[in-house]
C-alpha cells in the first residue's frame, strides 16, 4: 500500500508485507513465471523498494524461502514440545499437524520442495533451503527417535521424512487432504518397526 503524505513509513512492515505478496504470487504461478511486476502490484510497493529490500528476484525468492522455512520449523517445533509424551507421540504430532494443513484451503504442497524442483539443475538458493529443510526433518526425527532407543535412528527418520515429503507432494497434485489420515498410518507401522 503506497503511504499517504505525512505518514511515517514502517520498513519492516513493508518487507513483510512484500514477503507475504511474493510468498502467493511464486506459490500460485511459480517462480519463473511470475513476474517482479505481478509481486509489485499483490505487495502494493514500487520496484524500487523490493530491490531496495531484497537485491533482485533472486534475493526475494531466497528470502520468501527462508521465511517460510523458519515460520515451518517453529511451528513443527511448538506442536513437539506442546504435545510432551513419548517420542512417537511427539512424532505423530508433527504428521498430525501436517495433516491439517493438507486440508487448508488453497494448500499448495511444501514451498521448498516446489522451489527445488521447479529450479532443478541450479545450485542456487531453492535447493539449498530445500537441503537444509529436509536436513531439519531428518535431525527432528532422528533425535526424537534416538532419545527413545529406536533400533537405527537414522534410517527410520529418513523413513518418516519419506512419507512426510511424499505424502505431501502427493496431496498437492491430488488435492486430496485425507493423505494426512493414510501417512499416519504408514508413520505408526514405521514406528513399531523401530523399536
Known amino acids: ?60 525468492v531466497e528470502a520468501v524461502l527462508t521465511d517460510r522455512t523458519q515460520r515451518v520449523r517453529a511451528w513443527h517445533q511448538q506442536a513437539v514440545e506442546q504435545t510432551g509424551g513419548n517420542a512417537r507421540q511427539r512424532i505423530l504430532a508433527v504428521f498430525d499437524l501436517v495433516a491439517s494443513w493438507y486440508a487448508e484451503a488453497g494448500f499448495r504442497g511444501c514451498a521448498m520442495m516446489n522451489a527445488a524442483t521447479e529450479d532443478r539443475g541450479h ?13 531439519f526433518y531428518r535431525s527432528l526425527f532422528e533425535r526424537l527417535l534416538s532419545e527413545a532407543g529406536a533400533r537405527d535412528p537414522k534410517t527410520s527418520a529418513q523413513q518418516l521424512v519419506v512419507v512426510l515429503e511424499g505424502a505431501t507432494l502427493i496431496s498437492a497434485v491430488d488435492q486430496d487432504p485425507g493423505l494426512g489420515a493414510e501417512a499416519r498410518v504408514i508413520v505408526e507401522t514405521l514406528l513399531d518397526a523401530a523399536f
Do not use: C, W
Open 1 to 60: 500500500m503506497p503511504v499517504k503524505a505525512g505518514e511515517r513509513l514502517d520498513p519492516e512492515a513493508t518487507k513483510a508485507r512484500i514477503l507475504k505478496a511474493a510468498a502467493d504470487v511464486f506459490g500460485r504461478r511459480g517462480i519463473h513465471a511470475a513476474g517482479i511486476n505481478e509481486v509489485v502490484e499483490a505487495a502494493g510497493a514500487s520496484k524500487l523498494t523490493i530491490y531496495k529490500n531484497f537485491g533482485s528476484k533472486e534475493g526475494l
Open 123 to 135: 545450485d542456487g538458493a531453492p535447493r539449498r533451503l530445500a537441503q537444509d529443510h529436509l536436513a
